[in-house]
């Protein structure tokens, strides 16, 4: 009686360490996320703030301005609702603006376009970098969310279920491939 009393309180104490140690591991993930999507929103918001002083320097022809700013613009006051649609939009203005070679190059030609130009471009290369780490945090904690042992013991608390961010994110030819 006593040695089942014993082997009972052990094995009590050996899932509760577990399931301690799966409760733990589930809050790193979300603070992994959270942290991702504070880097993935640092991120957009400094394309965007690039994009607009750009758009209003004066180098780009009216056009292409008005069409960046207000991509830009767009992207910057979009509810979270609807944030994924705002920043596609403004990759695409950025690729219409930036497709060719040509476009990159009047904007290094004019006087203080080869900084604005060289900020773009490392602000583009950024975005999907950043967004790759937060998805790749949410992928993890659905993974452990979706073990049986997580669901009936409800280790996840009152966390939201983890979504991931996806909008386009591809970056215009001409700056893809620019040094920093």
Known sequence: MTETLIWTVVALIVVGVYLSWTAGR????HTRIDAARA???AQLLRRASVTQELATSGILDPAASIVLYEAAHAARQA??????????????????????PEQVDLVRQAPGGEDAAGELAAAVRRVPM??????????????????????WFRLAGHAPFPMAFEMDDEPPVALADRPA
Not at 26 to 29: E, N, Q, T, Y
Not at 79 to 100: K, N, Y
Not at 137 to 151: P, Q, S
């Open 39 to 41: 880097a993935l929103d």
């Open 26 to 29: 589930l809050d790193r993930l």
């Open 130 to 151: 950043a967004r790759r780490f937060h998805n790749d945090a949410v992928r993890a904690a659905r993974a452990l969310r979706r073990h049986r042992k997580v669901r």
């Open 79 to 100: 509810e979270e609702d609807h944030r994924e649609v705002a920043e596609s939009e403004l990759s695409q203005a950025l690729r219409a603006v930036f497709g060719e």
